[in-house]
Protein backbone atom coordinates (compact mmCIF):
# COMPACT_ATOMS: atom_id res chain seq x y z
CA UNK A 1 0.00 0.00 0.00
CA UNK A 2 1.39 3.67 -0.86
CA UNK A 3 1.39 5.64 2.32
CA UNK A 4 0.52 9.92 1.68
CA UNK A 5 2.29 11.61 4.35
CA UNK A 6 0.71 15.25 4.25
CA UNK A 7 2.57 18.13 6.01
CA UNK A 8 2.17 20.28 7.97
CA UNK A 9 -0.79 19.30 9.77
CA UNK A 10 -2.30 22.72 10.01
CA UNK A 11 -1.43 25.79 8.41
CA UNK A 12 -2.09 29.07 10.19
CA UNK A 13 -2.55 31.91 8.10
CA UNK A 14 -4.25 34.85 6.94
CA UNK A 15 -6.33 36.04 4.21
CA UNK A 16 -4.39 37.01 1.39
CA UNK A 17 -1.11 35.07 2.36
CA UNK A 18 0.43 32.17 0.09
CA UNK A 19 -0.22 28.30 1.64
CA UNK A 20 2.22 25.96 0.45
CA UNK A 21 1.36 22.14 1.54
CA UNK A 22 3.14 19.25 1.13
CA UNK A 23 2.67 15.27 0.15
CA UNK A 24 5.08 13.02 0.30
CA UNK A 25 4.53 9.15 -1.18
CA UNK A 26 6.14 6.23 0.26
CA UNK A 27 6.72 5.25 -3.62
CA UNK A 28 6.79 6.66 -6.67
CA UNK A 29 2.99 7.25 -7.93
CA UNK A 30 4.26 8.96 -11.23
CA UNK A 31 1.88 12.39 -12.04
CA UNK A 32 -1.04 9.86 -10.60
CA UNK A 33 -1.87 11.99 -7.57
CA UNK A 34 -5.07 14.23 -7.24
CA UNK A 35 -5.79 17.17 -4.33
CA UNK A 36 -9.12 17.81 -2.91
CA UNK A 37 -10.35 20.35 -0.73
CA UNK A 38 -12.88 19.60 1.94
CA UNK A 39 -15.22 21.92 3.55
CA UNK A 40 -16.70 21.57 6.95
CA UNK A 41 -20.08 19.57 6.39
CA UNK A 42 -18.83 19.55 2.72
CA UNK A 43 -18.60 16.63 0.51
CA UNK A 44 -14.75 16.57 -1.13
CA UNK A 45 -14.22 18.85 -4.62
CA UNK A 46 -11.48 17.65 -6.93
CA UNK A 47 -9.28 20.73 -7.21
CA UNK A 48 -6.06 19.40 -9.17
CA UNK A 49 -5.67 16.10 -11.01
CA UNK A 50 -2.60 14.41 -12.44
CA UNK A 51 -0.17 16.18 -9.93
CA UNK A 52 -0.40 19.92 -11.63
CA UNK A 53 -3.93 20.31 -13.66
CA UNK A 54 -6.86 22.26 -12.85
CA UNK A 55 -10.01 20.77 -12.45
CA UNK A 56 -13.29 22.35 -14.02
CA UNK A 57 -14.03 25.64 -12.51
CA UNK A 58 -11.18 25.75 -10.10
CA UNK A 59 -9.14 29.22 -9.48
CA UNK A 60 -6.03 29.91 -11.22
CA UNK A 61 -4.88 30.74 -7.57
CA UNK A 62 -4.54 26.86 -7.57
CA UNK A 63 -2.12 25.30 -8.52
CA UNK A 64 0.04 21.95 -8.31
CA UNK A 65 3.13 20.75 -8.67
CA UNK A 66 5.68 17.71 -8.37
CA UNK A 67 6.03 13.90 -9.54
CA UNK A 68 7.57 10.79 -8.51
CA UNK A 69 7.47 11.02 -4.86
CA UNK A 70 7.27 14.96 -3.81
CA UNK A 71 4.20 17.04 -4.48
CA UNK A 72 2.59 20.52 -3.54
CA UNK A 73 -0.19 22.57 -3.51
CA UNK A 74 -0.21 26.41 -3.62
CA UNK A 75 -2.63 28.97 -2.67
CA UNK A 76 -1.05 31.93 -4.01
CA UNK A 77 -3.59 34.20 -2.12
CA UNK A 78 -5.97 32.76 0.35
CA UNK A 79 -9.67 33.53 0.34
CA UNK A 80 -12.20 33.18 3.23
CA UNK A 81 -13.44 30.65 1.09
CA UNK A 82 -10.08 28.69 1.20
CA UNK A 83 -9.64 28.02 4.78
CA UNK A 84 -10.98 23.97 4.49
CA UNK A 85 -9.06 20.99 5.10
CA UNK A 86 -7.05 19.82 1.82
CA UNK A 87 -6.07 15.72 0.93
CA UNK A 88 -4.31 14.37 -0.95
CA UNK A 89 -4.43 10.63 -3.24
CA UNK A 90 -2.90 8.62 -5.64
CA UNK A 91 -4.21 6.42 -8.32
CA UNK A 92 -1.43 4.43 -9.59
CA UNK A 93 -2.13 1.59 -7.41
CA UNK A 94 -4.69 -0.32 -5.32
CA UNK A 95 -5.60 0.59 -3.19
CA UNK A 96 -5.86 3.81 -3.16
CA UNK A 97 -4.91 6.24 -0.79
CA UNK A 98 -5.11 9.78 0.69
CA UNK A 99 -2.84 11.61 2.62
CA UNK A 100 -4.06 12.18 6.67
CA UNK A 101 -4.92 16.03 5.39
CA UNK A 102 -3.55 19.21 6.31
CA UNK A 103 -6.42 21.69 7.56
CA UNK A 104 -5.99 25.23 6.69
CA UNK A 105 -7.20 27.58 9.24
CA UNK A 106 -7.76 31.63 9.89
CA UNK A 107 -4.80 32.82 12.34
CA UNK B 1 -25.96 18.99 -13.79
CA UNK B 2 -24.27 16.04 -12.44
CA UNK B 3 -26.21 14.82 -9.17
CA UNK B 4 -25.41 11.88 -7.02
CA UNK B 5 -27.57 10.98 -4.23
CA UNK B 6 -27.19 8.07 -1.49
CA UNK B 7 -29.68 6.60 0.85
CA UNK B 8 -29.25 3.88 3.11
CA UNK B 9 -27.32 4.96 5.86
CA UNK B 10 -28.51 4.40 9.51
CA UNK B 11 -27.82 3.23 13.23
CA UNK B 12 -27.29 -0.32 12.95
CA UNK B 13 -25.95 -2.54 15.72
CA UNK B 14 -22.66 -4.64 15.71
CA UNK B 15 -22.67 -7.71 13.33
CA UNK B 16 -25.43 -6.62 11.14
CA UNK B 17 -26.01 -5.14 7.78
CA UNK B 18 -27.17 -2.46 5.94
CA UNK B 19 -27.19 -1.65 2.15
CA UNK B 20 -25.95 1.69 0.90
CA UNK B 21 -27.54 3.18 -2.42
CA UNK B 22 -26.07 5.88 -4.74
CA UNK B 23 -28.61 7.19 -7.45
CA UNK B 24 -26.70 8.84 -10.19
CA UNK B 25 -28.63 11.68 -12.87
CA UNK B 26 -27.25 14.29 -15.16
CA UNK B 27 -24.90 12.07 -16.65
CA UNK B 28 -24.59 8.56 -18.46
CA UNK B 29 -24.04 6.40 -15.43
CA UNK B 30 -22.96 3.57 -17.58
CA UNK B 31 -19.99 5.01 -19.02
CA UNK B 32 -18.52 5.61 -15.69
CA UNK B 33 -16.67 3.71 -13.12
CA UNK B 34 -17.46 4.74 -9.12
CA UNK B 35 -16.17 4.45 -5.88
CA UNK B 36 -17.28 4.38 -2.57
CA UNK B 37 -15.09 6.53 -0.16
CA UNK B 38 -15.96 6.83 3.75
CA UNK B 39 -15.02 9.24 6.66
CA UNK B 40 -14.92 8.75 9.96
CA UNK B 41 -16.40 11.00 12.42
CA UNK B 42 -13.33 13.51 12.85
CA UNK B 43 -11.17 11.75 10.67
CA UNK B 44 -9.84 12.01 7.02
CA UNK B 45 -10.96 10.07 3.97
CA UNK B 46 -10.75 6.38 3.00
CA UNK B 47 -11.54 4.41 -0.24
CA UNK B 48 -13.32 1.44 0.45
CA UNK B 49 -14.62 0.14 -3.11
CA UNK B 50 -14.35 0.59 -6.95
CA UNK B 51 -16.54 -0.81 -9.46
CA UNK B 52 -16.25 -0.65 -13.41
CA UNK B 53 -18.45 0.67 -15.87
CA UNK B 54 -19.50 -2.97 -16.79
CA UNK B 55 -19.12 -4.44 -13.42
CA UNK B 56 -15.69 -6.60 -14.70
CA UNK B 57 -13.58 -5.03 -12.40
CA UNK B 58 -14.07 -4.75 -8.97
CA UNK B 59 -11.55 -3.72 -5.72
CA UNK B 60 -11.53 -3.35 -1.81
CA UNK B 61 -10.05 -1.98 0.55
CA UNK B 62 -8.69 -4.85 3.15
CA UNK B 63 -10.29 -3.24 5.59
CA UNK B 64 -13.82 -4.27 4.24
CA UNK B 65 -13.17 -7.30 1.71
CA UNK B 66 -15.13 -10.15 2.70
CA UNK B 67 -17.79 -8.49 4.45
CA UNK B 68 -18.92 -5.56 1.79
CA UNK B 69 -19.77 -5.95 -1.95
CA UNK B 70 -19.94 -3.37 -4.43
CA UNK B 71 -22.65 -3.59 -7.32
CA UNK B 72 -24.43 -1.44 -10.17
CA UNK B 73 -27.52 -1.61 -11.85
CA UNK B 74 -26.72 0.71 -14.99
CA UNK B 75 -30.65 0.56 -16.09
CA UNK B 76 -31.84 2.09 -12.82
CA UNK B 77 -28.78 4.33 -12.51
CA UNK B 78 -27.45 3.35 -9.38
CA UNK B 79 -24.67 1.68 -7.13
CA UNK B 80 -24.73 -0.04 -4.07
CA UNK B 81 -22.83 -1.27 -1.46
CA UNK B 82 -23.70 -4.27 0.65
CA UNK B 83 -22.65 -3.82 4.12
CA UNK B 84 -22.35 -7.62 5.98
CA UNK B 85 -20.88 -7.86 9.61
CA UNK B 86 -20.71 -4.30 10.67
CA UNK B 87 -18.27 -2.83 13.14
CA UNK B 88 -17.70 -0.20 15.14
CA UNK B 89 -14.74 0.89 12.72
CA UNK B 90 -17.15 0.72 9.77
CA UNK B 91 -18.86 4.31 11.55
CA UNK B 92 -18.76 6.65 8.86
CA UNK B 93 -20.23 9.40 6.64
CA UNK B 94 -20.02 7.21 3.34
CA UNK B 95 -19.63 8.94 -0.28
CA UNK B 96 -20.10 7.90 -3.59
CA UNK B 97 -17.67 9.41 -5.99
CA UNK B 98 -17.72 9.05 -9.93
CA UNK B 99 -14.13 8.76 -11.52
CA UNK B 100 -13.77 10.62 -14.25
CA UNK B 101 -11.61 9.41 -17.61
CA UNK B 102 -8.54 10.80 -15.44
CA UNK B 103 -8.64 8.28 -12.85
CA UNK B 104 -9.92 10.64 -10.44
CA UNK B 105 -12.97 11.06 -8.48
CA UNK B 106 -14.85 14.57 -10.36
CA UNK B 107 -17.99 14.11 -8.77
CA UNK B 108 -19.10 13.37 -5.23
CA UNK B 109 -22.48 12.74 -3.75
CA UNK B 110 -23.18 14.65 -0.09
CA UNK B 111 -23.03 11.51 1.66
CA UNK B 112 -24.91 9.06 3.66
CA UNK B 113 -24.20 8.39 7.70
CA UNK B 114 -23.83 4.90 8.90
CA UNK B 115 -23.17 4.12 12.89
CA UNK B 116 -22.42 1.20 14.08
CA UNK B 117 -23.34 0.92 17.70
CA UNK B 118 -24.74 -1.24 20.55
Known amino acids: EIVLTQSPATLSLSPGERATLSCRAS??????LAWYQQRPGQAPRLLIY???NRATGIPARFSGSGSGTDFTLTISSLEPEDFAIYYC?????????FGGGTKVEIK | EVQLVESGGGLVQPGGSLRLSCVAS????????MNWVRQAPGKGLEWVSY????????EYAESVAGRFTISRDNAKNSLYLQMNSLRDEDTAVYYC???????????WGQGTLVTVSS
Open chain 1, 89 to 97: QQHINWPLT
Open chain 2, 26 to 33: GFTFSRYS
Open chain 2, 97 to 107: ARRDSTGNQDH
Open chain 1, 50 to 52: DAS
Open chain 2, 51 to 58: ISTGSSLI
Open chain 1, 27 to 32: QSVSSY
